[in-house]
């Protein structure tokens, strides 16, 4: 029987507020893609699908208790890494990059749900091993292997964007379960070190955008285009926008994967300043949800988990603004609940099912 307290404390404020980001998201699919082709379901009719499914999902997530998924977090986690590797020998490739499983009619993203399941698995790990005089470089063994593993395989595919996402959400982690002051200084003299060596890894265009993004001149007509024409639609919007399907930018195609990545250049032509900071102002009230059930949480899982799903959002949020307006490299990062993209919203649909889970069950001491 469901108990009543959850409908009670049943946490509005993050759903509405998750609603409000996603129709955002929808109305800018359809305007990045406008007009639309009549050979073709419309993307954002399948992104309206695909919200439906999701936020489904996360009122899936709400029927179970959190630990009961931080229980199966190993066995997901692993299923995760299976699916990695089935990318590799029967992924579909799109632009270069072979990151997709096809199901039927549809695809999906396994990297996506990966970040779910390291969130899942850091989190039954440090629940088990308290430290509380901090952890220390032995402590941490386990979950740079837990990182490690996954991030080879969507390197590989390669997906640069997401592997800085996952180092992000790992350290956010730690930092939250407490590391050792020397332990962090071993981490930060061991990444001064690998760092260069990783440089010989990368593709020659990621080397490209790196290069581009210290000079955009360097390479205007390719590498640095994207972020050139991004800058003048981010510029162009002002302070009320040119009006809906009113922007040049995007009504002209001039911007690259301007319903993904760029999205958010779509959003400030259009809508200028006061656009993006509604939205802004949207996406940091739910990140400063996540950080509130962090801290209301009865015991140490909810609160790691809040912290990892609450870094995910946020990080993903930094990095594609950070990278439309040019204060970061072009690493391919959605906006969450905004970008087009069926796994992402699934994703992070879920992610903020699991935060609304810790919020409602918030009086609850045990399992």
């Not at 002051?181 to 003299?189: C, I, Y």
């Amino acid at each position: 029987m469901l108990d009543r307290r959850l409908i009670f404390n049943f946490d509005w404020p993050t759903l509405v507020t998750a609603f409000l980001i996603s129709a955002i998201g929808v109305v800018n699919i359809y305007s990045s893609t406008h007009p639309h082709s009549g050979a073709a379901t419309p993307l954002y009719l399948k992104q309206v699908y695909w919200t439906v499914l999701s936020f489904g999902l996360a009122f899936l997530v709400l029927a179970f208790d959190y630990r009961t998924f931080v229980r199966l977090s190993y066995p997901f986690y692993l299923f995760c890494l299976l699916l990695l590797i089935l990318v590799i020998f029967f992924g579909r490739s799109s632009s270069g990059s072979q990151r997709w499983l096809q199901l039927g009619v549809f695809s999906f993203q396994p990297s996506e749900l990966t970040k779910i399941a390291l969130i899942l698995a850091m989190t039954r790990f440090f629940t088990e091993r308290e430290m509380p005089r901090g952890h220390g470089m032995r402590d941490l063994a386990v979950p740079f292997l837990m990182v490690g593993l996954p991030s080879l395989l969507i390197f590989r595919q390669p997906d640069l964007g997401t592997v800085v996402l996952l180092m992000a959400i790992f350290l956010s982690v730690l930092v939250f379960v407490e590391v050792r002051f020397k332990t962090w200084a071993v981490l930060g003299a061991g990444v001064a070190v690998i760092l260069p060596t990783l440089w010989h890894f990368l593709k020659d265009y990621q080397k490209n955008r790196l290069l581009t993004f210290i000079n955009p001149d360097l390479d205007p007509l390719r590498t640095g285009y994207h972020i050139t024409q991004s800058k003048i639609a981010v510029g162009s919007g002002t302070i009320f926008g040119k009006g809906f399907l009113h922007g040049t930018q995007s009504q002209l195609h001039f911007l690259p994967e301007q319903h993904t990545d760029f999205i958010f250049s779509v959003l400030a032509e259009e809508w200028g300043f006061l656009g993006c900071f509604i939205l802004l102002f949207l996406l940091l009230f739910l990140i400063s949800r996540g950080l509130k059930i962090a801290k209301t949480s009865k015991d140490r899982a909810g609160a790691t988990l809040a912290i990892g799903i609450t870094a995910m959002l946020f990080w993903q949020t930094f990095i594609n603004v950070g990278m439309v307006v040019g204060i970061l490299p072009v690493v391919g990062i959605p906006l969450p609940l905004v970008s087009y993209g069926g796994t992402a919203m699934v994703t992070n649909l879920m992610g903020i099912g699991m935060l609304m889970n810790i919020s409602m069950r918030r009086f609850m001491l045990s399992p």
